[in-house]
């Protein structure tokens, strides 16, 4: 729905659209903390943003998140929003460590309430961030798209004020480094 023409000169707007891009999935009243602007005018630069075509917004468990249009997709769009939550990140953390986890697991290593980390689970199912596989009599949780996920998270990792991100891309990094140095070792016969 692109009524205006999609032309950002200096100032709010153009800042707006840069904090979107450096945080996609960011809502509006983390937008108008990180920014310091007005509630008012953030809301007015949004929706100016938005009818350039150059945002757009979907709603996602009681909040809009707002990306910038060309930059990600349907699939990534779900992911970063359920990332932008504190306990579905730490889940999906987890389950990037150590796919197929049961629930008892998991709630020892995110330390939520059972009841809590159902809610958080069904959610994440339903918008198809995770899968559940019922395993013997136990359910257990893989992220449907871990590459995806795992490329967010390194991507997006500054925008993320949260160590555990921090930590999984450092994590990552070396375990990529020890295999392509092992990969790298001459074959010795």
């Known amino acids: ?29 983390g937008i108008e903390r990180m ?30 998140r707002y ?19 504190d306990v579905p990140r730490r889940v999906a953390l987890a389950l990037l460590r150590s796919p197929g986890l049961a629930h008892k697991d998991l709630q020892a290593i995110v330390g939520v309430a059972g009841s809590t980390l159902s809610f958080h689970l069904q959610r994440l199912v339903a918008s198809g961030v ?14 449907a798209d871990a590459d995806t996920l795992q ?13 555990a991100v921090h930590d999984f891309v450092r994590e990552l990094a070396a375990s990529q480094q020890a295999a392509s140095a092992e990969a790298s070792e001459p074959v010795v016969s």
């Open 1 to 29: 729905m692109r009524s205006l023409e999609p032309v950002v000169t200096e100032g709010p707007r153009a800042d707006i659209l840069r904090l979107v891009r450096r945080v996609p999935g960011a809502h509006l009243r």
């Open 35 to 64: 920014t310091g602007l007005p509630l008012g005018q953030v809301l007015y630069h949004l929706d100016r943003l938005e009818r350039m075509g150059l945002l757009v917004s979907v709603k996602d468990w009681g909040f809009r």
């Open 67 to 85: 990306f910038v249009a060309a930059d990600v997709d349907r699939r990534e769009k779900r992911i970063l929003g359920a990332l932008r939550h």
């Open 130 to 143: 995770l899968l559940r596989e019922r395993e013997g009599g136990a359910l257990r949780y893989r992220v």
């Open 151 to 163: 490329q967010d998270l390194v991507v997006y990792a500054d925008s993320f004020e949260d160590p």
